[in-house]
């Protein structure tokens, strides 16, 4: 699969999930989903909320050619929260703290690496829900291990520390973008090593960081076949950078189909929309856009604007 196959299989895996998700989010465990609900009278059925927002301004900024894509990407961010653009219906909500904190610095300052709050306290998944493309792009420059070349690893740091500048946040986006290099890597099947050594791919690239490196043992779990065999009843589902992370490994460990993925994030409860959408966009990546259920897709809002920016991302040089 092509980085840009990957990109449309991995943002519709990430938009449907999110969909699914978000009328559920924070509602008691159990729920059973099988098509689109409506948040309110508002936000129809199918429509996405700020996890495929962020990821498609993200797109934006990687497809279309600036000399500060960072700052790029902050504008980007600024439009979502302020006028509503890369939403599916004109409303801009499900808006987390850190993120918005960081746009509205950002609008004050036009300094897109001293927007992030830095504090431990700042350690929500609003970073790891958007680092598809950017973990995609890593993957082209840098091959099936991206995080071994300097510039890549660089890079993908400031990306993550434009809304969350905690070294905890950064490690679980590390990890993330590891884990999509094995997955488009065709010399290996998928299997629960998969899981453990695209932690471990992460850890060996922050070894010379201590600040990065003393956030590691927060993700060890993630290294042991315990955790994979533990009951799902065991996971905790808060927007908390860590549990999301943590959560997303476990379905990917013991969910064989994107269906079942999503289906069973949304069962768990909590935070619903991030956790589908970060595990469904993984999942997608690895077994492509025709995993993702035809019926999901038709319920899916505003498909226009995701081919718009697909078809942008056609265009660049970041995404072939």
Request: charged letters at 10%; aromatic letters at 8%; glycine letters at 6%.
């Given at each position: 699969m092509n980085q840009l196959s990957a990109l449309k299989a991995g943002l519709y895996g990430v938009a449907v999930a999110d969909a699914l998700g978000q009328p559920t989010q924070f509602h008691p465990a159990g729920q059973t989903i099988t098509h689109m609900l409506s948040r309110s009278k508002n936000i129809p059925a199918g429509s996405?909320?700020?996890?495929?927002?962020?990821?498609?301004?993200?797109?934006?900024?990687?497809?279309?050619?600036?000399?500060?894509?960072?700052?790029?990407?902050?504008?980007?961010f600024s439009a979502w929260l302020n006028h509503t653009a890369f939403t599916p219906t004109n409303i801009t909500f499900d808006i987390g703290a850190g993120t918005e904190i960081a746009i509205d610095k950002f609008n004050r300052t036009h300094d897109p690496l001293t927007a992030a709050n830095t504090t431990a306290a700042n350690n929500g998944n609003g970073a790891l829900m958007?680092?598809?493309?950017?973990?995609?792009l890593a993957v082209q420059t840098a091959g099936y291990r991206p995080l071994q070349m300097p510039a890549v690893l660089k890079l993908s740091c400031q990306f993550a520390q434009l809304t969350h500048g905690h070294p905890r946040s950064t490690v679980a986006c590390f990890i993330y973008i590891a884990l999509l290099g094995r997955l488009q890597d065709p010399s290996a099947a998928f299997d629960i090593t998969t899981l453990q050594e695209a932690t471990h791919d992460a850890f060996a690239a922050v070894a010379m960081n201590p600040a990065l490196t003393n956030e590691c043992h927060y993700y060890t779990a993630l290294t042991t076949d315990a955790f994979y065999q533990q009951s799902a009843a065991n996971?905790?589902?808060?927007g908390y950078v860590v549990d999301t992370l943590l959560t997303c490994w476990w379905l990917l460990a013991n969910c064989a189909t994107y269906e079942a993925v999503v289906t069973t994030a949304i069962r768990l409860g909590g935070d619903t929309d991030t956790i589908a959408s970060i595990a469904g966009g993984l999942v997608a990546v690895r077994d492509g856009f025709a995993s993702i259920p035809d019926t999901w897709l038709a319920e899916l809002q505003d498909k226009t604007q995701l081919t718009y920016w697909l078809k942008k991302a056609a265009n660049s040089a970041n995404f072939k």
């Amino acid at each position: 699969m092509n980085q840009l196959s990957a990109l449309k299989a991995g943002l519709y895996g990430v938009a449907v999930a999110d969909a699914l998700g978000q009328p559920t989010q924070f509602h008691p465990a159990g729920q059973t989903i099988t098509h689109m609900l409506s948040r309110s009278k508002n936000i129809p059925a199918g429509s996405w909320s700020d996890d495929t927002s962020l990821t498609l301004a993200t797109i934006a900024a990687l497809a279309v050619p600036t000399n500060d894509v960072l700052t790029e990407t902050m504008q980007y961010f600024s439009a979502w929260l302020n006028h509503t653009a890369f939403t599916p219906t004109n409303i801009t909500f499900d808006i987390g703290a850190g993120t918005e904190i960081a746009i509205d610095k950002f609008n004050r300052t036009h300094d897109p690496l001293t927007a992030a709050n830095t504090t431990a306290a700042n350690n929500g998944n609003g970073a790891l829900m958007r680092m598809l493309p950017v973990g995609l792009l890593a993957v082209q420059t840098a091959g099936y291990r991206p995080l071994q070349m300097p510039a890549v690893l660089k890079l993908s740091c400031q990306f993550a520390q434009l809304t969350h500048g905690h070294p905890r946040s950064t490690v679980a986006c590390f990890i993330y973008i590891a884990l999509l290099g094995r997955l488009q890597d065709p010399s290996a099947a998928f299997d629960i090593t998969t899981l453990q050594e695209a932690t471990h791919d992460a850890f060996a690239a922050v070894a010379m960081n201590p600040a990065l490196t003393n956030e590691c043992h927060y993700y060890t779990a993630l290294t042991t076949d315990a955790f994979y065999q533990q009951s799902a009843a065991n996971l905790s589902t808060s927007g908390y950078v860590v549990d999301t992370l943590l959560t997303c490994w476990w379905l990917l460990a013991n969910c064989a189909t994107y269906e079942a993925v999503v289906t069973t994030a949304i069962r768990l409860g909590g935070d619903t929309d991030t956790i589908a959408s970060i595990a469904g966009g993984l999942v997608a990546v690895r077994d492509g856009f025709a995993s993702i259920p035809d019926t999901w897709l038709a319920e899916l809002q505003d498909k226009t604007q995701l081919t718009y920016w697909l078809k942008k991302a056609a265009n660049s040089a970041n995404f072939k």
